[in-house]
């Protein structure tokens, strides 16, 4: 069950010291409903901290994957390429309020790999980092239904570039995606959504073409 933005704020507050835990989710809030974002809202958030509950890991990785969950997308300017640096520089700033602000500093490094740069082979080698990049990726495996309202979501944050420049740039990604012989680095998310991933992103591929 996805959670809702309160549930994620209640989250956020277990991290977060008084008196910045207002401040601080009014800062997180604020940069999910910035103008032009339709998939990358605290509802992405929320849905990916609900698989997180899914995924076993000891307490301080489930820390680190929950803090670089809600924070991995506080910046997203379609198309640039510094919106996971920003965003965990922006994290930076504020884990000096953290109880223990030592997680910072390894969401940090989370954060970065949500990248999925080309150079990914499918799996970091730590089971934290590959927790929220499969999570990250995660929309890619829903069913068929959830998966085109995503690409409509996506298109509409994408709505001041050309059909055509459209079509070659989401082309480029899937074909990329398609392409790599691993997608989900843990191997429940992998039997859990790669098929249908797979499935999802060749239709897609062909309506475009």
Not at 59 to 78: C, F, G, N, Q
């Amino acid at each position: 069950m996805r959670l809702t933005w309160e549930a994620v704020m209640r989250r956020w507050f277990t991290y977060v010291r008084e008196p910045h835990r207002e401040w601080t989710w009014r800062l997180i809030h604020q940069q999910y409903a910035g103008p032009g974002r339709f998939y990358h809202t605290i509802s992405h958030v929320a849905d990916c901290l609900s698989k997180l509950d899914a995924v076993e890991l000891d307490s301080d990785s489930r820390k680190v994957a929950e803090l670089a969950l809600i924070w991995h997308d506080a910046v997203y300017v379609p198309g640039s390429s510094e919106n996971e640096l920003v965003s965990a520089r922006m994290l930076d700033a504020v884990s000096a309020t953290f109880d223990e602000p030592w997680l910072g500093a390894h969401a940090h490094v989370a954060i970065l790999a949500t990248e999925h740069g080309v150079g990914y082979n499918g799996a970091y080698g730590n089971r934290t980092v590959d927790a929220v990049v499969d999570i990250d990726l995660s929309i890619l495996g829903e069913p068929e239904a959830t998966y085109r309202h995503y690409v409509e979501d996506i298109r509409r944050e994408y709505a001041h570039v050309s059909d055509e420049a459209w079509r070659v740039g989401r082309s480029g990604f899937l074909k990329g995606m398609i392409a790599r012989p691993v997608l989900y680095s843990l191997p429940e998310m992998r039997e859990r959504f790669d098929a249908r991933a797979r499935d999802n992103m060749a239709a897609e591929l062909a309506r475009l073409a």
